[in-house]
């Protein structure tokens, strides 16, 4: 769609406040990761950069610490994959399942650690200590909790990048046929 079309269309009220890039040279973002920030390969929807731009993003959306949206869109910078598909990866853990996420990781960093279940541990302490003796104990399930994070989020982008890959195609070969038939004479 040419610039003057989308500017009388429905969406052209709010996709005229859209920046381009001609306004953002020059600015923190320019001066920060420079021309790479401007590469098309950032922006572009193909089926490598999607998918491992969503699989940057899952990895990022469950390690436990605030914000994973900045280091995802920085690894995706870095890598060169779509930057928009590393944030919606983030959106994958979200206060609907953060709990789920939190509780797999604690269950995968004792696994991994050979340490018998967070569950069973706090029953255990709960027994024997009192409050305060607890919160001197709280430490040791940081190391947990991010060792379980870091295999959660491999297996998690892993799986993000061959699932979007294979939807990719999918969704390819069905537009395609699609096309076909609502254009017979082309064939």
Partial sequence: MKPIHWRRSWAGKYLRHVPRIKHLRGTFLH??????FFDPRLWRWDRHGTALGLAIGAFFSVLPFPLQSIPAAFGAVLARVNVPAALVGCWITNPFTFAFFIYAQLKL?????????LAQQM??????????ELVKQAPGIWGVLMLG????????AVVCYF?????????????SRSRAARNPARQ
């Fill in 123 to 132: 029953n255990d302490l709960m027994q024997r200590l009192t409050f305060w």
């Fill in 149 to 156: 994070g870091i295999a959660l989020g491999l297996i998690l």
């Fill in 109 to 117: 960093g004792s696994l991994l650690l050979g340490k018998p279940s």
């Fill in 163 to 175: 699932v979007v890959a294979l939807g990719f195609d999918v969704s390819l070969r069905l537009l």
């Fill in 31 to 36: 001066r920060t990761l420079g021309d790479r």
